[in-house]
């Protein structure tokens, strides 16, 4: 080989390996798309892994659902007296209501787009989707596919005997076997179970307190998160960007640009003090913060010790060119001298294995929560990188819980109505128009009000409010009417969802009138990227130097 055969082949082969090197370990499709369990309230419960009807599995691992506990592909996510926010790397949101379960059946990324099913089981949730580039969101629930080729906010509501879906913003294309219907801003589709051609198009109904939590969530996470963007070199990953702004401020530093610490942290502060770990296949140890920040800071960019400050994280590795963003179980580094094991926080310049440039400020130990304040390096300590510790080492806050029950609901002869399966011909609760939901008519509107179905040891339908539907134990419902139930549950009716089409081509005539085109067009393409909601405020001064 002469020299400049072996110089071409040298530079190709270095050339060759840096390509490979500054790619995240991610194949072309493939379900390594990771999202965020972003807020947790009340009885909330996770299932990893879920094959067919998870309601329908005695012998389900589920465990009790964190704050910031890391989505995959086929986990599902379910609710008792509880709700739940999933935030998606796009801004893309979705909002459980109580008794609800929602599987997460295709979280896959191709070509750089995502594409996002999922599954709503059974009960109420809405759904915040704005596709780029080609991506690709739909719900299935029911007999029926919700999928949205632009920005959009839809309610979905999956009972016994029915389901409905309810268009608050942009417009969303109803798939029915070979129909697709348009549903736009304003209406309503309900289409009862098991019949062919029936599909009643109508008004939104009016909003409840589940549409008015939904819309206070949707509106402050958006704001907050465009505000914090301007510190970031992130262009398309936005998930958890919202809360460092609202509990936090930013500081410049010197060739990573801005870098962000909590409010109340000063320089003895250690990043890992407060959090929990958790041991799960295919990554091993993952820390998962429990502050409301805790997403990003645990999981991508790096940690920068600034004298006169402290610790403070850094968003860097975001990348570009719609390249996905690589997920880390931790933002730390195993390290091990003898017999003792700690972690040292990764800052943006570390080399994979090799000597981690924080640990000049010290390694911080391991217990079972998380990991206690930084020590000093001990005279003559020799720390060692490790790819991961023993599985033993730590121990996993994952507690195992009951499988969620099923909770019988049925769609009212009012468009969009909830009312409970257990009310029969003679029940007492009414619609009350003017308070504008379902109350106990034996007991008088303000006590009614008053009273939580999710109390224990009190009748939930006293508190059946708007379109929110109430759990009613099995025990309490009469023989008549469990006799009239439909025969199958709303988790059953569901199928899986369609092939993936990344837009659609609505026919004309559709968005005025809503009806109904058989075999409607569809095509491959990119949606375009609308402009969030509402304008990023302006730069805030938090009291520190920006």
Same mark, same amino acid.
């Given at each position: 080989?002469?020299?400049?055969?072996?110089?071409?082949?040298?530079?190709?082969?270095?050339?060759?390996?840096?390509?490979?090197?500054?790619?995240?370990?991610?194949?072309?499709?493939?379900?390594?798309?990771?999202?965020?369990?972003?807020?947790?309230?009340?009885?909330?419960?996770?299932?990893?892994?879920?094959? !067919?009807? $998870?309601?329908?599995?005695?012998?389900?691992?589920?465990?009790?659902?964190?704050?910031?506990?890391?989505?995959?592909?086929?986990? %599902?996510?379910?609710?008792?007296?509880?709700?739940?926010?999933?935030?998606?790397?796009?801004?893309?949101?979705?909002?459980?209501?109580?008794?609800?379960?929602?599987?997460?059946?295709?979280?896959? /990324?191709?070509?750089?787009?995502?594409?996002?099913?999922?599954?709503?089981?059974?009960?109420?949730?809405?759904?915040?989707?704005?596709?780029?580039?080609?991506?690709?969101?739909?719900?299935?629930?029911?007999?029926?596919?919700?999928?949205?080729?632009?920005?959009?906010?839809?309610?979905?509501?999956?009972?016994?005997?029915?389901?409905?879906?309810?268009?608050?913003?942009?417009?969303?294309?109803?798939?029915?076997?070979?129909?697709?219907?348009?549903?736009?801003?304003?209406?309503?589709?309900?289409?009862?179970?098991?019949?062919?051609?029936?599909?009643?198009? !109508?008004?939104?109904?009016?909003?409840?307190?589940?549409?008015?939590?939904?819309?206070?969530?949707?509106?402050?996470?958006?704001?907050?998160?465009?505000?914090?963007?301007?510190?970031?070199?992130?262009?398309?990953?936005?998930?958890?960007?919202?809360? /460092?702004?609202?509990?936090?401020?930013?500081?410049?530093?010197?060739?990573?640009?801005?870098?962000?610490?909590?409010?109340?942290?000063?320089?003895?502060?250690? $990043?890992?003090?407060?959090?929990?770990?958790?041991?799960?296949?295919?990554?091993?140890?993952?820390?998962?913060?429990?502050?409301?920040?805790?997403?990003?800071?645990?999981?991508?960019?790096?940690?920068?010790?600034?004298?006169?400050?402290?610790?403070?994280?850094?968003?860097?590795?975001?990348?570009?060119?719609?390249?996905?963003?690589?997920?880390? $179980?931790?933002?730390?580094?195993?390290?091990?001298?003898?017999?003792?094991?700690?972690?040292?926080?990764?800052?943006?310049?570390?080399?994979?294995?090799?000597?981690?440039?924080?640990?000049?400020?010290?390694?911080?130990?391991?217990?079972?929560?998380?990991?206690?304040?930084?020590?000093?390096?001990?005279?003559?300590?020799?720390?060692?990188?490790?790819?991961?510790?023993?599985?033993?080492? /730590?121990?996993?806050?994952?507690?195992?819980?009951?499988?969620?029950?099923?909770?019988?609901?049925?769609?009212?002869?009012?468009?969009?109505?909830?009312?409970?399966?257990?009310?029969?011909?003679?029940?007492?609760?009414?619609?009350?128009?003017?308070?504008?939901?379902? %109350?106990?008519?034996?007991?008088?509107?303000?006590?009614?009000?008053?009273?939580?179905?999710?109390?224990?040891?009190?009748?939930?339908? #006293?508190?059946?409010?708007?379109?929110?539907?109430?759990?009613?134990?099995? #025990?309490?419902?009469?023989?008549?009417?469990?006799?009239?139930?439909?025969?199958?549950?709303?988790?059953?009716?569901?199928?899986?969802?369609?092939? %993936?089409?990344?837009?659609?081509?609505?026919?004309?005539?559709? /968005?005025?009138?809503?009806?109904?085109?058989?075999?409607?067009?569809?095509?491959?393409?990119?949606?375009?990227?609308?402009?969030?909601?509402?304008?990023? *405020?302006? *730069?805030?001064?938090?009291?520190?130097?920006?």
């Amino acid at each position: 080989m002469t020299f400049r055969s072996y110089l071409r082949f040298a530079i190709i082969f270095v050339l060759a390996w840096s390509f490979a090197a500054l790619q995240p370990a991610y194949t072309t499709a493939s379900n390594a798309r990771i999202i965020r369990l972003s807020l947790v309230q009340g009885d909330v419960r996770i299932l990893h892994d879920s094959k !067919g009807d $998870p309601l329908a599995n005695d012998k389900a691992a589920w465990s009790r659902a964190e704050l910031n506990l890391p989505i995959r592909e086929h986990d %599902v996510i379910a609710t008792d007296s509880g709700r739940a926010e999933v935030e998606f790397e796009n801004g893309a949101m979705a909002f459980i209501n109580e008794n609800s379960v929602l599987e997460f059946f295709d979280l896959s /990324l191709e070509d750089g787009s995502f594409t996002t099913r999922l599954i709503l089981r059974q009960g109420t949730g809405s759904f915040y989707a704005h596709p780029s580039r080609a991506d690709y969101f739909s719900v299935t629930g029911g007999d029926f596919t919700a999928q949205v080729a632009g920005r959009a906010n839809f309610r979905m509501d999956n009972f016994d005997d029915g389901s409905t879906v309810a268009v608050n913003k942009g417009r969303v294309s109803i798939l029915y076997k070979d129909d697709s219907t348009t549903v736009s801003k304003g209406q309503s589709l309900t289409m009862r179970a098991g019949e062919t051609v029936s599909a009643n198009i !109508g008004r939104t109904p009016e909003s409840d307190d589940f549409d008015r939590w939904v819309s206070g969530r949707e509106d402050s996470v958006v704001t907050s998160t465009n505000a914090a963007m301007q510190y970031s070199n992130s262009y398309n990953y936005t998930s958890g960007f919202g809360d /460092l702004y609202t509990y936090g401020g930013f500081y410049p530093i010197s060739g990573f640009g801005y870098g962000w610490q909590p409010y109340g942290a000063g320089i003895g502060w250690s $990043p890992f003090d407060y959090g929990n770990w958790y041991f799960q296949s295919g990554w091993g140890w993952s820390f998962v913060g429990n502050q409301p920040w805790g997403w990003l800071p645990y999981h991508y960019g790096g940690w920068i010790f600034q004298p006169g400050i402290g610790w403070l994280w850094a968003p860097t590795g975001f990348g570009g060119g719609g390249l996905p963003v690589r997920f880390h $179980p931790v933002t730390a580094t195993f390290v091990r001298s003898g017999s003792a094991v700690g972690i040292v926080p990764t800052h943006p310049l570390d080399n994979h294995g090799k000597t981690p440039v924080n640990l000049a400020q010290g390694v911080m130990p391991l217990n079972s929560r998380a990991a206690s304040a930084q020590s000093a390096l001990a005279a003559g300590s020799r720390w060692k990188v490790v790819k991961e510790i023993p599985k033993e080492a /730590l121990v996993s806050h994952a507690s195992g819980v009951s499988t969620p029950a099923r909770v019988p609901r049925t769609v009212a002869s009012g468009n969009a109505a909830v009312t409970n399966a257990a009310r029969g011909g003679n029940s007492s609760i009414v619609y009350d128009a003017k308070e504008h939901r379902f %109350v106990n008519s034996n007991v008088p509107v303000n006590s009614a009000a008053n009273v939580s179905g999710a109390e224990s040891g009190k009748d939930s339908s #006293a508190a059946l409010a708007g379109r929110s539907p109430s759990k009613v134990p099995a #025990a309490a419902t009469p023989a008549s009417a469990r006799a009239a139930m439909p025969s199958r549950s709303a988790s059953a009716r569901v199928g899986p969802p369609p092939p %993936v089409q990344r837009s659609t081509v609505f026919t004309r005539g559709e /968005l005025s009138g809503g009806s109904r085109s058989r075999g409607a067009t569809m095509q491959t393409g990119s949606a375009p990227r609308t402009s969030a909601p509402t304008a990023a *405020p302006a *730069p805030r001064v938090t009291g520190r130097p920006h």
